[in-house]
């Protein structure tokens, strides 16, 4: 179903799903298989270079689709343009324009939504302490859960925040220390001053490091568990 016929992967429990497909001209759709409305998307253009990694995020609008500047590839502050990409996520339909895709050109897309115990999409605003920062309970539709992965980016302040990569392999116990871009080409570096723990239901900031706990500024996130649907939590 859907305007566009997809290629598509969807995990058995519905969170996660990848669609690549070709574009077609004006407002296009295609269907996600997530079988709710998806909560975090990424979208390339896999032709035009000048394109940008295109990301919706629950949390930033509540529609979707009026987002606008918020790119994997980039660190801008997420901006907002009416009907940006054309309409609002449904169950079963995802929307894109040649805001995000250029012409007929092949494309790529990432769909997620919480699953409790196995993904967590939300936020939290920062209050500025060097060492009290905010305790965030990842928001997986349920009570949370220890993160294994955990994707921040500040979308409303003044840093014009990196997208921050943290895991439990790279930093075995706490704080997480060892920092790495996904809108950079820069190396993997330890910041003492961007500490972070890693909780039982979430995550404590642990810093004031710009990105990731500027006094009211608001930061996304995007989580995997590191013992799927609670089984050791």
């Known amino acids: 179903t859907g305007g566009i016929t997809v290629t598509r ?19 296009q759709n295609f269907a996600h298989g997530l079988g709710a409305k998806p909560e975090m998307v990424i979208l390339r253009d896999l032709d035009d270079n000048s394109q940008h ?5 629950k949390d930033v609008n ?12 980039r660190t801008n502050d997420a901006g907002s343009s009416s009907n940006w990409w054309g309409a609002e996520p449904t169950t079963t339909l995802q929307y894109f324009t040649t805001n995000q895709v250029t012409g007929t050109n092949d494309f790529v897309c990432y769909l ?10 939300g ?6 302490s060097s060492t009290d920062g905010p305790a965030v309970i990842i928001d997986d539709g349920a009570s949370g859960f220890k993160p ?13 925040g990196n997208w921050f990569i943290r895991d439990n392999v790279r930093d ?41 706990n500027e ?14 649907f609670g089984l050791n939590n």
């Open 9 to 27: 992967s969807t995990a058995s429990h519905q969170g996660f799903s990848i669609c690549k497909g070709t574009s077609g001209t004006g407002t």
């Open 53 to 57: 990694w295109q990301v919706q995020h």
């Open 62 to 73: 509540t529609n979707m689709k009026d987002i606008t500047t918020l790119g994997l590839n």
């Open 112 to 121: 997620f939504r919480r699953i409790p115990g196995l993904i967590g999409i």
């Open 123 to 128: 936020h939290y605003v920062g209050n500025g």
């Open 148 to 160: 294994a992965f955990l994707l921040i980016k500040e979308y409303d302040g003044s840093n014009n």
């Open 172 to 212: 075995t116990y706490n704080p997480s220390k060892n920092d790495f871009y996904a809108n950079q080409t820069a190396a993997e570096y330890t910041d003492s001053n961007s500490d972070i723990d890693f909780t039982a239901n979430g995550f404590k900031i642990r810093c004031n490091a710009g990105g990731y």
């Open 215 to 228: 006094s009211e500024a608001k930061n996304l996130y995007l989580a995997f568990a590191e013992e799927p």
